[in-house]
């Protein structure tokens, strides 16, 4: 069960990290702080609770608060494969269903007790609508979240196991100190018993 | 040599396609089109000819007319990646050199004789804080730019050639017609050989 101690709005202490996080692109008036809030409501989940199920509609967008989640994709014949991890101050869903309003490809599963801000697409239509600074922001979470996504492409394309496990111990050292070893490995392609021997 | 024609702004016959293309998604007035084609420039190029070279810098983000292009890594051993093709109402660009104005790490080629237009990054800003409709239309895009990817490495994660061989067919039967076979081996990650077992 989802715990949701305060489903209708922010909770005072995620205030500041939704701010502050926005912030970092587009300053904000408190007026307008008080704006971009009111579409936003908080949850918190439990780990290994799901935010998204394979199958199921995508109601929300997630801005991971604190935790960290796995979006994962499980095939036909039952292997999971790891499309990304989030963890704070990161955006997570599957959004080709979210913007399209179809069902999940993906799950988004809790790997440690998470909160997070989210919205539905009605709001997320609304805030652009209604604030350009909004619009804004999202354009350019929008076009970085896409240079990541071609970087992981060349990256799958162009670089062995090993040089993959490189990459991203370089670009995100603390996944490795909170992701279980064999879900990293599930990430690169690999087994368990591959990615112990880069590790050593 | 780029044969640059109309260096300074949008040759008549473009203008068609490219208001027909935005007004996809938000429906523009005379005079806002006006304001908006103000920031493009059209070029032309042969089929071989450059529009990114790697190492070099990127000053553009193109929006494909008429033509073909393939978006290509070379790795250290000179192997060539293909990340992506572009063709008509399609965008195309090294994304992380532009956005960040660094040096390219992939080339922009043409496969095709190519007309397309374009905008620098100052002109692209300035377009999206001077109309807001353009800077919901780029959203638009990013967001499903990012599916895109997203769907890219799902496949690329869960999908063998043959699969991945499939996809492309039915997604973009056009390519099937344009791009040489030796290049759709490349963007599938294949031999040639292989390749032509799928055709048969």
């Not at 290994?48 to 997630?62: A, D, K, M, R």
């Not at 805030?127 to 240079?147: D, T």
């Not at 991203?168 to 087994?191: C, I, M, T």
């Amino acid at each position: 069960m989802v715990n949701q101690k305060y489903p209708l709005s922010l909770s005072p202490n995620m205030h500041h990290e939704l701010r502050a996080h926005i912030e970092k692109i587009v300053p904000l008036t408190d007026e307008e702080f008080a704006f971009v809030k009111e579409h936003f409501i908080t949850k918190k989940f439990k780990k290994h609770q799901f935010l998204i199920q394979e199958g199921e509609n995508v109601t929300y967008s997630y801005f991971v608060v604190s935790g960290l989640l796995k979006l994962v994709h499980t095939d036909d014949s039952g292997k999971q494969h790891i499309v990304s991890f989030a963890m704070e101050d990161w955006w997570e869903s599957d959004y080709l269903a979210y913007f399209t309003q179809s069902k999940a490809t993906m799950s988004l599963e809790c790997l440690e007790d998470t909160e997070v801000c989210c919205f539905t697409l009605e709001n997320y239509r609304k805030l652009c609508a209604g604030l350009q600074k909004m619009e804004h922001f999202f354009l350019q979470k929008a076009n970085f979240g896409h240079i990541g996504s071609q970087r992981r492409i060349l990256s799958l394309l162009t670089s062995n196991a090993q040089q993959r496990y490189e990459q991203l111990l370089k670009q995100y050292p603390a996944l490795f100190q909170r992701v279980p070893k064999s879900l990293l490995a599930s990430y690169l392609g690999v087994s368990r018993e591959t990615l112990s021997r880069f590790s050593v």
